[in-house]
């Protein structure tokens, strides 16, 4: 009998340590993940809400809450007694075509804390040719091969000025004279070759409003191929066969030129050019690729030369495509007119981040991984960049680290980068997700993002993936 009272009073005394852990600050979330319908890209989704419960018996004091991946969120939360809630509004915003995931990440002082919903969106292009390319393969000289390209109007109404295919391939269409918001047409194109070995063209598709300030009032998919059998002499050689234009960012406004010379092969008969034109994208009502000049015109007698100088236009536009397929036309008397000149180009974004994502191996719940290296640099050649502070979301955190060290609001000029540390600290099992969002001035205004927590159209993501075990 003399043992059982200290054993009671020790139950009573695990009763209470277990009563007051139950009483504890307890959040609970109406949604552990939000997703997010396709978009026009560059738009803003309509707002998606979270509700944060305070369903504990003690004070839950929200610290910090963080939306990353091209996802940004305003909230209400402070300190929440017990039974009470706040709302956190999440919106998508995104200028890069194709499906994004973020992360909100919530931190507070429950012991589950950081509690975190997983956020999915797709952009999409106001107007879509899909797919962006075709390949015919191999098809013999003087037979035909068929394929089709989808075009879609993902917002609103347009008017389709002209379709037109480029080379050794034609079209032909059921599209309306406009496409309303979410209606589809079928260009069908057939590729024909006039002589063996590769062959390139163009599908090209403008706006009835070819002034219309909308970037993608113009746009084209690349078509390939390649003639096989008894090789045709064409009387024309051209070099160099295609033209590339190499990466530029987004607000270089000079025009860049090359040009391509043009040699009637043959050692007897002349050759009569028709015509030289330019097919390509259309930004802000200007042709991205035009024929500056040519003396490639009329008769060119056997073994003469002739040039034409391309030149491809400033995109001025944050939301030029990554890649800007066109080509150079030229109709004349050869057996294998029309020829072609492929022209190429791509757009980088003002910062360049190498990786652009990380990979962290498993790690312990409650640890804390080494630092990976992600190395930032400036693609601007202008006025330099710089970072407005980023947003870090999941179990990742951001850590001054590398040769070089970024801060929170690094500014640099071309030439000059700087490294990111990031670490992983786990706080459940299995893998978790999370992102570095990092927007940059001029493009974005600091002041909506930093104090109206307004998302930025052209915020750059750095995807994090990592496993707790």
Excluded at 142 to 161: P, Q
Excluded at 434 to 461: D, F, K, M
Aim: glycine share 10%; with cysteine; aromatic share 4%.
């Amino acid at each position: 009998m003399i043992l059982k009272q200290p054993t009671w009073a020790l139950l009573v005394a695990m009763l209470c340590t277990f009563s007051t852990h139950a009483a504890a600050q307890q959040a609970t979330l109406s949604a552990t993940s939000l997703t997010f319908g396709a978009q026009i890209v560059g738009s803003v989704s309509g707002p998606r809400t979270v509700t944060v419960t305070n369903t504990g018996r003690a004070d839950l004091t929200v610290s910090s809450i963080a939306a990353s991946g091209g996802f940004s969120q305003t909230n209400h939360c402070s300190t929440l007694h017990p039974g009470q809630s706040c709302s956190i509004t999440v919106s998508y915003i995104s200028d890069i075509v194709g499906a994004a995931k973020g992360v909100l990440t919530i931190n507070d002082n429950a012991p589950s804390s950081p509690h975190l919903v997983n956020l999915s969106g797709t952009a999409v292009a106001p107007v879509a040719l899909t797919p962006g390319s075709l390949n015919f393969g191999s098809v013999a000289v003087g037979a035909s091969a068929t394929k089709s390209i989808t075009l879609t109007s993902n917002g609103s109404s347009f008017g389709i000025r002209a379709i037109s295919a480029s080379g050794d391939f034609a079209q032909t269409n059921n599209c309306p004279t406009a496409l309303s918001g979410g209606q589809s047409c079928t260009i069908n194109l057939t590729f024909r070759p006039r002589a063996s070995g590769a062959r390139a063209g163009v599908l090209a598709v403008a706006r009835m409003d070819s002034g219309f300030t909308n970037p993608l009032s113009g746009f084209t998919a690349a078509l390939s191929g390649t003639g096989t059998g008894v090789s045709t002499a064409s009387g024309i050689s051209l070099q160099p066969a295609a033209l590339n234009f190499g990466a530029r960012n987004p607000f270089d406004t000079s025009q860049h030129s090359q040009t391509v010379k043009l040699t009637n092969t043959s050692s007897n008969t002349s050759l009569t050019v028709q015509s030289v034109s330019a097919l390509g994208p259309i930004y802000n009502g200007t042709a991205f690729y035009q024929i500056a000049s040519t003396n490639c015109v009329g008769m060119l007698a056997p073994g003469a030369e002739c040039t034409i100088q391309v030149v491809q236009n400033p995109p001025l536009s944050a939301f030029a495509p990554q890649s800007a397929p066109g080509s150079v036309v030229i109709v004349d008397s050869s057996s294998s007119s029309p020829a072609v000149v492929p022209l190429s180009s791509s757009i980088l974004p003002e910062a360049q981040f190498t990786p652009a994502s990380l990979t962290f191996p498993a790690q312990r719940v409650g640890t804390t991984s080494a630092a990976q290296i992600v190395v930032v640099s400036s693609n601007l050649d202008r006025d330099g960049l710089s970072l407005i502070p980023m947003t870090v979301s999941g179990d990742f955190n951001v850590v001054s680290a590398g040769a070089h060290p970024c801060g929170l609001s690094p500014s640099f000029v071309p030439g000059v980068s700087c490294t990111l540390g990031v670490t992983f600290t786990p706080h459940q099992t299995g893998t978790i997700s999370g992102a570095v969002t990092l927007t940059a001035y001029p493009e974005c205004n600091p002041q909506p993002v930093l104090i109206n927590h307004q998302a930025c159209p052209n915020a750059q993501v750095i995807n994090l993936t990592g496993t707790g075990q």
